[in-house]
Every structure is written in structure tokens, then in C-alpha cells.
């Protein structure tokens, strides 16, 4: 069936490096990948998206890659802040249906 | 800027009972969704909604789920009689097209 795997599950950085989370789907079909930024006790944030069309994506510190024939997509936080720290989710949704299939979740701490 | 909004933040109910989740999806939006997300678990599918109807549901939307739009704001998720596993943050969404937006989520504890 549908999967994302997300790897991984936590991630240490100190301020100012850069942090790296990687995501692979099983749905070739899967056309748009989200990646979502959750705070405790919050609802995802929509941080950044890429459409299939597309390889690489970027909006200022936050980049995200993403390579069809292996199925994977990449998620790139540059420069990390204390406030970058939260649980990040990648989604694939393929085309013609309403679903997103979630990864498993990334918490990132970044140290100050 | 434009949000869902949920209700209630947080619920706690005896096994058994019925509950319903209450959510205001962004105005201009024509697609509704229930996620739901076990403590400490990935954000799970539900069911989404389009045109007065279900459009796609999970395996985890059994019989004991319903939802509805009962006016032009509001678009609800009904548990008819909570079990013990059913305690999880529910997370209402929705979209124009493509891309969803969440809600801050409802916190239901089946006790």
C-alpha cells in the first residue's frame, strides 16, 4: 500500500548549521509533496511544497529536492534558529485524490 | 490571515459516548478534511468532503464515524460511541485546491 518513510526520527543541530531530513514514497503515482512544521499542541504548518514537475524548490532558509526515479524528496533547513525546533512531516499525494500520506515525523532540536 | 478553526481544543469522554468535533474551514475553501494523530504518532487520514458528500475515506473511518456540513460554515466529525483507541489529536483541514491547511486541533481523551 501507500507508505513515506521518513528518516530521521530526531535530528540535533547547533545554530547556525544546517539540518537535513529525507523522506521516500512508495506511490509512483504521487505527484505533490508537502513538508509541514508542527509545535506542541499545534496543527501542521504548511512550510514549503514541490509539485512533480519541479526538482528543487527554495523560500529562503528552507529548500526542498525532490528526485522522482529514486522517490525521494528532501527537506533543507539552512542557517538553523532555536525557533526551527518543531516535529517536520512530509506528505505525497498523488493526482486524483483528496489523501496525503504522511511520513513518520522528524524532531529537530536545534541547540543554542 | 485566514484559518481553520477547531472546537474544542480538548474533550475528555467516557467510553461509550458520543462526541462531536466541530470545525470552521477557511471561507473561500470547497474541501474538508479529518485528519486524526495519535499521541506521538504520524498525522493519519480520515475522510475528506467535497460537494455535500464523502469523497475518499480510510480504513480507520468505520461505521461508528460520520461527518457533515450542517450549514454554509460549520463541517463536523461525529463519533458515535468512543472507544479507548479513538483518544488522539483530530485535526480538521481544508483547501481550494492542492495544498490543505490545518486546524489547531481538538485533543479527544476516551477515558
Known amino acids: 500500500g501507500e507508505n513515506v518513510e521518513q528518516h530521521p526520527s530526531t535530528l540535533s543541530v547547533q545554530e547556525g548549521d544546517s539540518a537535513v531530513i529525507k523522506c521516500t514514497y512508495s506511490?509512483?503515482?504521487?505527484?505533490?509533496f508537502p513538508w509541514y512544521k508542527q509545535e506542541l499542541g499545534k496543527g501542521p504548518q504548511l512550510i514549503i511544497d514541490i509539485r512533480s514537475n519541479v526538482g528543487e524548490k527554495k523560500d529562503q532558509r528552507i529548500a526542498v529536492t525532490l528526485n522522482k526515479t529514486a522517490k525521494h524528496f528532501s527537506l533543507h533547513i539552512t542557517e538553523t534558529q532555536p525557533e526551527d525546533s518543531a516535529v517536520y512531516f512530509c506528505?505525497?499525494?498523488?493526482?486524483?485524490?483528496?489523501?496525503?500520506?504522511f511520513g513518520t515525523g522528524t524532531r529537530l532540536k536545534v541547540l543554542a | 490571515e485566514p484559518e481553520v478553526t477547531q472546537t474544542p481544543s480538548h474533550q475528555v469522554t467516557q467510553m461509550g459516548q458520543e462526541v462531536i468535533l466541530r470545525c470552521v474551514p477557511i471561507s473561500n475553501h470547497l474541501y474538508f478534511y479529518w485528519y486524526r494523530q495519535i499521541l506521538g504518532q504520524k498525522v493519519e487520514f480520515l475522510v475528506s468532503f467535497y460537494n455535500n458528500e464523502i469523497s475518499e475515506k480510510s480504513e480507520i473511518f468505520d461505521d461508528q464515524f460520520s461527518v457533515e456540513r450542517p450549514d454554509g460554515s460549520n463541517f463536523t466529525l461525529k463519533i458515535r460511541s468512543t472507544k479507548l483507541e479513538d483518544s488522539a489529536m483530530y485535526f480538521c483541514?481544508?483547501?481550494?485546491?492542492?495544498?490543505?491547511?490545518f486546524g489547531e486541533g481538538s485533543w479527544l481523551t476516551v477515558v
Open positions: 506528505a505525497a499525494k498523488r493526482s486524483g485524490t483528496y489523501k496525503y500520506i
Open positions: 506511490d509512483s503515482a504521487s505527484n505533490y
Open positions: 483541514a481544508s483547501s481550494e485546491e492542492g495544498t490543505i491547511y
